[in-house]
């Protein structure tokens, strides 16, 4: 059998076997037929802050959201100051409830957020580590008192994990074949702010929005992880280049879709591959044909960590009010275009 596959119709070719050709130029996103219900998105940090945004902008899009270590949804309002004063640290106070309310409901007057009956059928799962001194953990509980005045019946659709000795980051368990320096102290995290806390929070949250799942297989993880350009989806902020997983069986379309978002200081460009690689995603997505998509965000003068837009960086030089966490936002709906490719039959134009 030939060791350079590549996906039918799509030009995006599998199993590169030499470093000369892992560093051909990526091929576009292609058209994979993905089932168009049962998509989630998760996120860490800024990408829990961003997962946060897609799914109240699009909740029609999505059966279920994951967010580890980020805090309710609008809390910065455009404003750099309030992003790292009060939906960071929280020394300008909590977020205002109320406040949050208001803007939430300004936007469905004006469409820039999803119908609320869709939002409130929406499965959620928020995890915090108690000892995290990036995003404070009351922020954590802020986001799930969020959820529960949206959802329809919380004590079934939500889940909150906060966890004790844990810090900041992607909690995981580590398997055979993680390389020991993509690993970061449970506790203190930095590094890749991959979390070393024997909790396997990639298993737990597709658990629990997507049904009872079947465990990983021993060993790596039957599929591949390729590489697409990302300039079809041009918005400030984002790199050149993410990343996909296919599992085998899934070239043909007809499997679902995980989004999976870094968080700050978590991109290609900055921890190599360790995220898109170890997060535990890949091996769980394997065994319940489950295709998972890793944009990539860039560093920049206004974005020296690579986080994503949850703050408004993307907006700010021309609007006033921006509005990144809306339908509008620049980074919002480059990530929702990068879904309705996916979600496209090959043969469409």
């Given amino acids: 059998m030939n060791a350079l ?5 799509a030009g995006l070719c599998l199993g590169l076997v030499t470093p000369l050709l892992a560093q051909e130029p990526p091929a576009q996103l292609p058209r994979f037929g993905v089932d168009q219900d049962g998509a989630s998105v998760l996120g860490v940090s800024s990408g829990g802050y961003m997962a946060t945004q897609l799914a109240v902008a699009w909740p029609e899009r999505f059966a279920g959201l994951g967010v580890a270590a980020a805090g309710p949804w609008a809390c910065a309002r455009g404003s750099l100051g309030l992003a790292l004063g009060q939906c960071m640290t929280t020394r300008r106070g909590m977020p205002d409830p109320a406040e949050l309310q208001t803007r939430y409901r300004e936007y469905r007057q004006r ?36 959820f529960r005045d949206w959802l329809a019946s919380p004590d079934d659709q939500l ?18 074949g993680t390389p020991v320096d993509a690993l970061a102290d449970c506790r203190s995290g930095g590094g890749t702010h991959l979390l070393a806390c024997d909790l396997d929070i990639a298993g737990e949250m597709l658990d629990w ?23 079809d989806f041009d918005a400030r902020g984002l790199g050149d280049t993410g990343y996909l997983f296919v599992p085998a069986g899934c070239e043909d379309g007809g499997c679902e879709l995980t989004m999976a978002l870094h968080g700050c200081a ?35 003068l206004p974005n020296p960590q690579g986080c994503w837009d949850w703050w408004g960086f993307a907006e700010s030089t021309w609007q006033l009010d921006p509005l990144h966490d809306s339908r509008q936002g620049s980074q ?17 134009k």
């Avoid at 596959?5 to 119709?9: E, I, K, V």
């Avoid at 978590?266 to 890793?294: C, H, K």
Wanted: hydrophobic letters at 40%; charged letters at 25%.
């Fill in 332 to 348: 919002t709906g480059a990530l929702m275009a990068m879904v309705e490719r996916l979600q496209q039959s090959p043969d469409e």
């Fill in 159 to 176: 889940v909150f994990m906060e966890s004790e000795e844990a810090g900041h980051g992607w909690p995981l368990a580590a398997r055979p």
């Fill in 5 to 9: 596959r590549c996906l039918a119709a």
């Fill in 266 to 300: 978590m991109d290609v460009e900055q921890i190599d591959q360790a995220f898109v690689r170890y997060s535990g995603l890949n091996e769980w997505a394997a065994t319940n044909r489950r295709v998972v998509l890793y944009p990539q965000a860039e560093t920049s």
């Fill in 111 to 146: 469409e820039l957020v999803g119908d609320p009956e869709a939002l409130s059928e929406l499965r959620v799962f928020i995890w915090h580590g108690a000892e995290d001194e990036t995003v404070v953990p009351s922020l954590g509980r802020a986001l799930a008192e969020q």
């Fill in 209 to 231: 929005l997507h049904g009872d799942q079947v465990p990983p297989e021993p060993g790596k993880p039957k599929g591949e992880l390729v590489r697409f350009d990302q300039s």
